[in-house]
Structures are given as C-alpha cells and as structure tokens.
C-alpha cells in the first residue's frame, strides 16, 4: 500500500511561482508513473504532468507546458512541482497520483481504480 502527501499549496498573485511537494510513503519497489492532476469545482480532473520514475521521461500537457517542472527525488520518493509564471487559470486543487505504470499512461489515463494510488489534494490560489 502507498501513501500520498501533498504539501506546499497556497495562494499567490499571478505571475508568482509556488512549488507543491508529494511525499510518497509504504511498499515502492521499482519503477512508477507519478504525476499531477488538478480539479476545480464543477469540472472534471485533468492531467497536468508526469514522470516515469524509472526512466526519468517527463510528460506535460500544453497549458502548463514552458511553466511548470515536475521532478522526482528518488532517495526522498518525493514528487515535486514547481509552477512558475502562474496564471488566475491554475487555481485549482491539485492532487498527487501514482501508478505502476508509465509516466504517459498515468497522464493519459489517470491511476488504475485497482492499482494506483490519489493524495488528498492540496489548493493552489492564483490571485488577478
């Protein structure tokens, strides 16, 4: 079983930076897909980036895409996001996933109902 933190949301004026952390913990042999997705009120959860542990292959999609980075510190099983020139269109809650599987499976697909795994979210405000 595999635990999910995020940690590091809060609100910020736009342009400004912010860095959200996910601190996995329990049984993580091998390689995963981690990522993250957001959600707001009303509408569905997307995908936001991904990396595949064991290769280090890094997926985002186009809206973030030149903003944010996604990392991973192996000896830390901590997922980072760095989010960048952050824009009133980021606000949302944004969520840890993981998944054995592939960073671009994970990103296309989101965690296996049976197989992968959610954090509790942790809200990111872009103020106007």
């Known amino acids: 079983q595999v635990q999910l933190v995020e940690s590091g949301g809060g609100s910020v004026q736009a342009g400004g930076s912010l860095r959200v952390s996910c601190k996995a913990t329990?049984?993580?042999?091998?390689?995963?897909?981690m990522g993250w997705f957001r959600q707001t009120p009303g509408k569905e959860r997307e995908a936001v980036a991904s990396i595949d542990t064991g290769t280090g292959d890094i997926y985002y999609v186009a809206s973030v895409k030149g903003r944010f980075t996604i990392s991973y510190d192996n000896a830390e099983n901590t997922l980072f996001l760095q989010m960048n020139s952050l824009k009133p269109d980021d606000t949302a809650m944004y969520y840890c996933a993981a998944d054995r599987t592939s960073g671009w499976l994970l990103l296309q697909h989101g965690p296996r109902p049976d197989y992968g795994y959610w954090g509790q979210g942790t809200q990111v405000t872009v103020s106007s």
């Open positions: 329990g049984y993580m042999s091998g390689a995963y897909g």
